[in-house]
């Protein structure tokens, strides 16, 4: 009876305390509650920029991410993303400043840390305000995908002012989008887990090692990049160092599995002109198998590009399996160059030992990427990629430059 009362309180105090954001002073008075699950509240839960709550900040500088609440639900991952617009919508494009993969809003709780939705969270997470970024009015949004508890995806917005002089109007361009799930987007992050970021920016601070990808169709939507142009990229202060993006290592169920019909070009899934996922005009051409090649255009706005995620286990010394997979670093050795490297060739691909490819966009090499179980490409550097299937070693068809 102990046992059954003692379930049954815990249950309770999974669904009736959430966590609130505190800082940034969030706009619209919200509660503690997630998004709903058909998405019909998103983004902010539908609420209006009052004027309250506003957080001024300098060009540069390291802020702080806290939290009021002990319903931690064991953790998770957490983004920090901005839109340029004041009263967002469901069409509003987010980019993304800075991700926690795992450890946030606990880094240290496997389950509630108790259920007094008043208390001061004592785990805090620095951000850094982009130095490239332009002056000027912005929302900011925390969102959290908890690590236990049901499928849900939380967000608190705040309207923030960054000031100071200079910067780039087309910075926000060059970052990912925020990644969106658990809110009927066809896209579910997996039970039990610390989530991996599809595509979680230059400056993500990797508190867990053991992270999963989400699954579902609608994830290729969910956190597509931007271009690799520049980014702030620093740690953002974390008590645990920020890392760089890992190369995927395994296609799991945030790719698809099944071969297109027709390896066209997919649409994007910008919604803003001027966004770093476009106007839905550049594509994304698939390969049959379910691998996904980024196709940029030499010019400042980036298309859309997806990534599988990360398996469970990253390496961490870049060293690849017989399979051929590998860290995010690989190196030349493996013929491979870490995400971020400066290339010549604008457009150019990179097979790595006919299991992982990358591609020379925006004056640098972008992470690899693992191709689909039973697909391989011929090793080495070109204009294009040649696929093949290993199963009837059937040609596949060349993965061409696509120009707007």
Known sequence: MFAKAFTFASLASLVSAHMLMNNPKPYGNPDNSPLLADGSNFPCKGKVNDGSGDNVYKQGSTQQLSFTGQAVHGGGSCQVSLTTDKNPTKDSVWKVIKSYEGGCPSRTATGNLGDNADAQNPDKYDFTIPKELAAGEYTLAWTWFNHVGNREMYMNCAAITVEGSGGSKGLLDSLPDMFVANVGNDCETLPNTDLKFPNPGKDVSQLKSKLDGPKGNGCQKAGSSGGSGSGDGSGGGDSQPSTPVAAPTTNNGAQPTQPAATPAPSAGNGSGAGSGSGDGSNGTPEIPGGAFITVSQPSATQPTATQAPAASETPKDGSGSDEGNQGGDSGSESGGFAAGT????????????????????????TTAQQLSSGVTCTPGQGADIAMTAKKGKRSMRRAQRHNA
Do not use: K, L, V
Not at 342 to 364: K, L, P, V, Y
């Open 342 to 365: 400066a290339c010549t060739n604008e457009g150019e691909w990179n097979c790595i030992g006919g299991s992982t490819f990358q591609r020379c966009a925006s004056g640098a090499w």
